[in-house]
């Protein structure tokens, strides 16, 4: 599985677009990237996940660029409740023998 | 549509205890992964079951063991329990053998050792 790097933590303000970016150099070429949220006491929540260039939901965008060697996870106008940490993480994400290895993310704080 | 459901929420026990944990799958999934996640660290990969069987193991002692039931629920035991032991345990499920799908996380048991 492919290691990644992102920054320990970030802070905002309500209202601003946040963009996470997350390393990963060694790649595979079967390798999705996923980005996870996680709240204090609960389990992560998936928030999006891409193969490459650009995926975009309802709370998030991701962007790949074509080497797919980093990511960005954009939360467009956080508010206070986005306060939470977030992890990248590459790998087979799914299927049988896909343990998801996580790092310690990225902890964003959204202020007033 | 049930998400993934742990059992208990919180749970205090002391050291040399044994303890179960139960976690069941979101509906439709059949892949049940556990986790270990200790006060501001990320989760730490336990075991995965598949098929009733364990299919990848993290570098987790023999004290843990796991099984998956024919309905795809799955138990974590906890053997000779250490005051290290004490961290939020999660349980995630996915749908194998799609592997483009994401995993889909519990909200965990806080498991308290004194």
């Known amino acids: 599985l492919a290691k990644t790097t992102q920054p320990i933590s970030m802070d905002s303000y309500e209202g601003q677009e946040v963009n996470i970016t997350c390393s990963h150099n060694?790649?595979?070429?079967?390798?999705?990237i996923t980005w996870y949220q996680q709240f204090p006491s609960q389990g992560p929540r998936f928030i999006i996940q891409g193969y490459k260039t650009k995926v975009t939901n309802e709370v998030a965008s991701l962007f790949i660029p074509a080497d797919r060697k980093s990511s960005t996870l954009s939360l467009p106008r956080v508010s206070l409740s986005d306060t939470a940490v977030y992890y990248c993480l590459v790998g087979d994400v799914g299927g049988p023998g896909t343990a998801l290895i996580f790092g310690k993310g990225t902890t964003l704080s959204v202020s007033s | 549509d049930a998400g993934v459901t742990q059992s208990p929420t919180h749970l205090i026990k002391t050291r040399g205890q044994q303890v179960t944990l139960r976690c069941s799958p979101k509906s439709g999934h059949d892949t049940v992964s556990w986790y270990q996640q200790a006060l501001g660290q990320g989760p730490q990969f336990i075991f995965q079951?598949?098929?009733?069987?364990?299919?990848q193991r993290g570098n987790f002692p023999d004290r843990f063991s796991g099984h998956q039931f024919p309905n795809y629920s799955s138990e974590l035991n906890v053997n000779a329990l250490l005051l290290g032991d004490s961290a939020l345990y999660l349980c995630?499920?996915?749908?194998?053998?799609?592997?483009?799908?994401?995993?889909?996380f519990g909200d965990g048991t806080r498991l308290s050792i004194l």
């Open positions: 060694n790649i595979a070429t079967n390798d999705y």
């Open positions: 079951y598949y098929e009733e069987e364990e299919r």
């Open positions: 995630a499920s996915s749908l194998a053998p799609q592997s483009n799908q994401p995993q889909h």
